[in-house]
Structures are given as structure tokens and as C-alpha cells.
């Protein structure tokens, strides 16, 4: 079959701005809410005001009587959730599972959703929301991590992992031991949640949804409520940001689609700010140690890496995130352990960079705080213990430039101006350093199913499944196909989140420009083929369309194609790496961060679109230097309630926190992963930043911060 491995992007598509730009910034671009449907409600849920116990009273009369009320929905009067029904007790102890809306009458942490308003305004409902008062029987209640937890606590997530000898980085001659905290993190896209819920009969349902994949969303709504798959249609065409956020159905969803059975019309649900807090899921709380030594020329002997994450009391949540140190680097031992923290908290979920991200700040200044004690520099260390083949199966690499990405950003960035000696420049009053980290994500490539339409008119429709949460999906595909047809881009559409279209797996892990674009290229290689054979006598690599269609009295032409992994996945680590480089300043009276300067590196195959590339690595900067210095849920633990719940208070980077950041790419594709050569960036684009900020804060002040965020009080 043919490929684009060895096929240059053509100059004309170079520069090939979003497909959907002008669309998203015109308005013209739908989002979930504002999909207005006739004789539409407008559904506000109640949280509950304590963090555990469970409900004594509950009070609904005023809100009931309140102008424009359709129906108040508690866990006495909610219609049951078929899949929320327990087919078995549960075992004595046992987690009871991600939460049930209007289930019973407990409550497992703060904001617990205790009721929901359907009136026919959203300011009716939000009112009468207001007006519904409840009485708790109160539990003490536990939402703060404790100060020691090296002892263990929790549930274990799986077994600990030892490669060689158990913590053998005790026998180095040269070795360090030290703790890493990063706060929970929160999901706060600019689009809050919401969902529109209409059914259009008792077992039909429709819904417009903030979703990162469609066909997954239409399987879990329908397995909650007893329906048939095809029955339930899901719409999400535009999402305005979600980083892992809307990889599940969380309640709310629920509590929409009851409410619209109840008042037998349409149902929108917003979520506040407030809400996407404590409804959503968030990047857990997690306490890291690490324990690394080598021979005195810098080679590692062992790594310890041991990790505590948050969950929830009702339902657990684990990343990973010590799975970094077993194959970032060669280490003949290695010793992971990991546990979790259960707390009257709601439950975390993905975000960008899951558990890679979490991982790579400890390991990535720990071998930068190992790099000090050798007297060796940064990028030296890595490359003594590059790793050639995969240290944790011993398969060979499907691709990896990680040492062309080093010395790539060192350039750009200057690091040879770095100085060795901490805390030792100043420039105009500011001291200033250097610092560096690197990533790594598995790079994945799942089942997809894609339509190609050729049409009369010589323009192409391409159909598949696939949620864009803003990477620019769109803008690869119809670069994808464009290449493979020898067509304009412009004469391209690209149908996607319609859980209608053929199937497409979840925008998540990096795997959609893999997975989906190989399943673009595969039935547009197809289709190419059926215009070929029209044409006869062995057709021509560059077929008219339009004239073969007339030719032959059709209108359109088209194929669906199922596109999945070959034995070389198998065969074959696949990773996708980066390297982020940072200079900071540090204001030495004030404690005040700036970063001056970024430079970040993928090694992620073949780029498909340059811009949305691009967009891509900066958004991930951006993303980890909120990570390192200002990002943080913070919980009033008298209380277990968030007091920064809004974006007053939880800050995150603004324009003038973030200068230029120059994005570089390896741009040589992978020859086994795929067809088209491309391997994930989302998540590298993040990994290792934080890292590299809290390295370049070590390098220019020689005070090291192991607790996230790097805020001016810990510097002072």
C-alpha cells in the first residue's frame, strides 16, 4: 500500500492555516451549548455544603414554588439509572466505583451534587438552585494529605516493580535522596462542561456533549440507561479545550438525561467554574522520592522511584506516574513503588501528560540535582546513560533522535552561556540560569474506520468519529488527504464528532494523528485505487476525477476503510520523546520568577501540519510552566472546600507570563508505527517543563524547590 513516509509535504500546503479557524473565531463554530433546541430547560445542580456524612433533611418547597420551575430532582425522587443499579453486593470495604448522581443519601466530599433545578430559564433555575436548603448528619471528615507519607498508605496499585537489585542506588558511589510534592491541578479549559439532552422518544436519545470521543460517550450512556448504541446519538463538533477532562461521562451527564425524561423536553446543563472544581476530575496531589546514584563518571547504577497519588474514598485513580524512571534512561536497577491516598475528595481523572508529567518533574530534577554532585553537565549525564534500545523490554526503537533533539535545543536555547555554578549571574539585577529536561509518552496507534467521498464537483468529503478537543485534528486529516489524492486542500471537508460516522477511538494519549490519520491516508489510498481501475490500463498516479466520474455516469465515488496496527507495534518500543530548555530570571529581593526564554523539542515522526504543530508544543509549554509555578487546588481543609475555584484565584499563565517559545521538531518520520509516520506530541509537549523551569530556578538562584509551585515565597 502506499504511504507518505518518504512523501514531501508540498510547498503550497506548507503553511496551511486551521480548517476550522475562521469558523471558531467568526463564532460560526458550535460548541455543546449552544446547540438551542425548541422549548429547551435549563437544568443548576445543588452541591452539598458539608464534605462527608450523609443527608438528613432536605428542603424543596421554595425552590418548587419558585417562577419557571419544571421539576427538582433529589436521590428521593430521581428516576433510577439502569446501570447505576448494583447487580451484586459489594465486598465488605470495597470502593463503590466512580459516583452514582442521586443515588443515596451520602455525601463523599465537598459539592457533592445533593439536588438538580429544571426550570425554562437558566435564571430561574440558578435562583431556585439557591432556594433548596438541606440538613447533614456530619462526619469528620479527611481532605489533607499527611505530612509523612514515605510509610505507605492507602491501596496499593499493583505490585512493585524491581529490574536487577532492589534499591541498589544505595551502593553508588556518588547518590542522593529527596522528596518531590506536586498540589492537584485543575482542568479549567475555557469552555466549562455542558451537555444538551433530548429524547426524541422513551429508547431514543440525542445529546450534544463536551466529549472527547463520541462513539465512547454514545457506549457509556447507553449502557447506563439500557438503551441500544444506535440509539443514542452524540454530537460534539467543536470543544473548546478539555486535557483529559472529558475522556469519561461524569455525573452531570447523567443528571441532564434524567431531567429530560422527567420534564419531557429538551434539557441544557452548563456547569459553573466552581463546579469544574469538583466535577470533573483534576491532576491528583502526589508526593514523589526518588533515590539515584552512579559511578563517579556518571553512569547510573540504580533508581529508586516511589510515589503516593490522591484519590477519591469511593472510587480509585492511578497514573503511573513512576513508570518514567524504568525506560527513560539506562539503569541496570531500577525499583518502583506506588501507592494511593484515599481522601473525602472527588476523584482525579487524566490530564495532560498523565502520569508521564507527574514522573518526569522527580525523576528530571533529581538527575539534574545529580548532575550538581557529579560537577557534570545536564546534558552530558543523559547522554552517559542514553538509552539505545528500551530499558524495560529490551525491544529495539521504532525511531528515536533524542540525541539529535538534545543538541537541537541546546543551540537554540544557548546552553553553552549556562553556567555551572549556581546562583553565580545577574543580568540588569535579575539572576538568571539555565535549565533542561526531557519526556517521553508511548506513542499508540488504535483502530479507526474512515470514509473517503469523491463527488461530481471534484471535491472530497472525508468522514470518521474523532472528537477535536483543539489540537487541529481537522486541519491534519484534510493534509493527509489532500497529499494522497494530489488535491487542494480546499476542496476538502473533514466530518467528525457524530457518533454517527464511522468509528474513531477517544482524542487522548497522543494517539489521534496516528490512528486517525492512518486510517485517512488508508481509505484515500483505496479510493485512488477504485479511480485508477475506472480508468484502465493501469490508470496514472495523478487520475481527473471529475472526468473519470462523468466518464463512467457516476456522481460520486467513495470506500470505507478500517485501519488498525500491524505486527510491527508489536515488535517494536514506540515512543515519542521531547526536551523542553528554559532560562529564567529570578528577582533576588522579590522572589519573582520570569521566564525569558523557551526552546522545546519533539522527536515525534513526521510532522503532518506545521502550524497546528506548532500550536501544539507552545500550548504544552504553557501548560508546564503553569504547572511549575503557579498552578494549584487549594483546599480550606477545615472545611475540605476549594477556595480558589475560579479563575480570580487559581492562576494560571497569561500573555505576560510567556515569552516567544521557539518550537523544533526532528520532523523524520517513524517507518513502523504507521503509513504516515507520525507519532503523538499532545502530551510530550508538557512532560519535562515543569522540570526544566524548577531546573532553571536551581541554576539561577542555587535554592532548589522540590514543592510545586515555585512561588516567590519559596525563593525568598
Known amino acids: 500500500m502506499e504511504t507518505l513516509l518518504n512523501k514531501p509535504i508540498p510547498t503550497s500546503a506548507d ?32 452541591g452539598s455544603t458539608i464534605t462527608k456524612g450523609t443527608i438528613a433533611t432536605i428542603d424543596t418547597k421554595a425552590a418548587l414554588k419558585a417562577p419557571g420551575v419544571l421539576t427538582l430532582l433529589t436521590y428521593l425522587n430521581a428516576p433510577k439509572v439502569p446501570g447505576h443499579v448494583a447487580t451484586k453486593p459489594q465486598k465488605p470495604g470495597a470502593k463503590s466505583g466512580p459516583l452514582k448522581i442521586f443515588y443515596d443519601n451520602k455525601i463523599l466530599y465537598n459539592g457533592h451534587p445533593i439536588a438538580m433545578v429544571v426550570a425554562d430559564t437558566f435564571e430561574r433555575a440558578q435562583y431556585a ?42 551502593t553508588a558511589p556518588v547518590k542522593l535522596e529527596q522528596e518531590y510534592t506536586h498540589p492537584s491541578e485543575i482542568h479549567n479549559p475555557m469552555e466549562l462542561h455542558a451537555i444538551i439532552a433530548r ?18 460517550t454514545r457506549g457509556d450512556i447507553a449502557k447506563a440507561f439500557n438503551l441500544k448504541a444506535e440509539n443514542v446519538q452524540v454530537n460534539s463538533q467543536f470543544v473548546g479545550g478539555a486535557f483529559g ?45 526518588i533515590g539515584i546514584g552512579a559511578t563517579a563518571d556518571g553512569k547510573l547504577v540504580g533508581i529508586t522511584h516511589e510515589a503516593v497519588g490522591q484519590t477519591s474514598s469511593f472510587e480509585d485513580f492511578a497514573e503511573g506516574p513512576i513508570n518514567t524512571s524504568k525506560g527513560l534512561y539506562v539503569s541496570p536497577n531500577v525499583t518502583t513503588r506506588y501507592k494511593l491516598l484515599s481522601l473525602d475528595v472527588n476523584t482525579p481523572t487524566w490530564m495532560r501528560g498523565p502520569g508521564e508529567a507527574t514522573g518526569a518533574f522527580a525523576l528530571e530534577s533529581a538527575l539534574d540535582e545529580l548532575s550538581y554532585a557529579l560537577k557534570m553537565d545536564p546534558i552530558d549525564l543523559r547522554m552517559k546513560n542514553y538509552a539505545k534500545v528500551d530499558p524495560d523490554n529490551g525491544k529495539e526503537y521504532s525511531s528515536k533522535y533524542l540525541d539529535e533533539a538534545y543538541a537541537m535545543g541546546a543551540k537554540q536555547i544557548g546552553w553553552d552561556k549556562r553556567k555551572a555554578d ?75 464528532g457524530d457518533s454517527a460516522l464511522p ?64 505486527p510491527d507495534n508489536e515488535k517494536y518500543s514506540m515512543q515519542s520523546w521531547s526536551v523542553h530548555f528554559v532560562k529564567v530570571l529570578v528577582h533576588p529581593a522579590t522572589g519573582v520568577v520570569k521566564i525569558d526564554k523557551v526552546a522545546c523539542v519533539a522527536d515525534s515522526g513526521k510532522i503532518i501540519s506545521p502550524k497546528t504543530a506548532r500550536s501544539q508544543v507552545v500550548g504544552g ?43 523544533l521538531f526532528i520532523d523524520k518520520p517513524d517507518p513502523y508505527i504507521n503509513p504516515i509516520g507520525a507519532k503523538g506530541m499532545g502530551e510530550i509537549a508538557l512532560i519535562g517543563m515543569a522540570a526544566a523551569v524548577a531546573n532553571a530556578v536551581y541554576n539561577a538562584t542555587g535554592k532548589r524547590v522540590r514543592d510545586l509551585p515555585i512561588t516567590p515565597d519559596k525563593l525568598i
Open 422 to 496: 549556581a546562583g553565580s549571574v545577574m543580568e540588569n539585577g535579575w539572576l538568571a540560569g539555565y535549565g533542561m529536561a526531557g519526556g517521553m509518552f508511548g506513542a499508540y496507534r488504535d483502530n479507526t474506520v474512515a470514509k473517503a467521498i469523491m463527488k461530481a464537483d471534484g471535491t472530497l468529503t472525508v468522514q470518521t468519529a474523532v472528537s477535536d478537543i483543539g489540537p487541529g485534528t481537522g486541519t491534519a486529516m484534510v493534509l493527509i488527504a489532500a497529499k494522497v489524492m494530489g488535491i487542494d486542500p480546499g476542496k476538502i471537508k473533514f466530518d467528525m
Open 245 to 289: 477532562s472529558a475522556l469519561q461521562v461524569w455525573p452531570h451527564e447523567v443528571a441532564a438525561i434524567l431531567g429530560a425524561k422527567v420534564v419531557k423536553r429538551p434539557v441544557k446543563l452548563v456547569l459553573s467554574r466552581p463546579d469544574m472544581f469538583t466535577s470533573v476530575g483534576y491532576r491528583p496531589y502526589t508526593w514523589q522520592k
Open 621 to 663: 509549554a504553557i501548560g508546564g510552566i503553569g504547572m511549575a509555578l503557579m498552578e494549584e487546588g487549594i483546599i480550606d481543609h477545615r472545611y475540605g472546600r476549594y477556595v480558589n475555584n475560579n479563575f480570580g484565584d487559581y492562576h494560571v499563565p497569561v500573555n505576560a507570563d510567556i515569552p516567544q517559545i521557539d518550537a
Open 15 to 46: 503553511g496551511l492555516s486551521r480548517v476550522d479557524g475562521r469558523a471558531k473565531v467568526t463564532g460560526a463554530a458550535k460548541y455543546s451549548a449552544e446547540y438551542n433546541q425548541p422549548n429547551m430547560a435549563y437544568a443548576v445542580l445543588v
Open 199 to 216: 429524547w426524541d422518544a422513551p429508547d431514543k436519545l440525542t445529546v450534544w456533549d463536551k466529549t472527547q470521543g463520541v462513539r465512547a
Open 129 to 170: 438552585a439557591s432556594l433548596v436548603k438541606a440538613t447533614y448528619n456530619k462526619q469528620a471528615h479527611d481532605t489533607k494529605p499527611p505530612k509523612d507519607l514515605s510509610r505507605g498508605v492507602g491501596a496499593w496499585d499493583g505490585k512493585d516493580f524491581t529490574r536487577g537489585t532492589v534499591d541498589a542506588w544505595k
Open 503 to 566: 468509528f474513531a477511538p477517544m482524542q487522548g494519549g497522543s494517539a489521534t494523528t496516528s490512528a486517525v490519520g492512518s486510517a485517512v491516508n488508508d481509505a484515500c489510498v483505496v479510493l485512488k485505487e477504485k479511480f485508477q481501475k475506472l480508468m484502465g490500463n493501469g490508470g496514472t498516479d495523478k487520475p481527473d476525477y471529475v472526468k473519470i466520474l462523468k466518464d463512467n455516469n457516476l456522481t460520486e465515488l467513495e470506500t470505507v476503510t478500517r485501519s488498525q496496527p500491524g
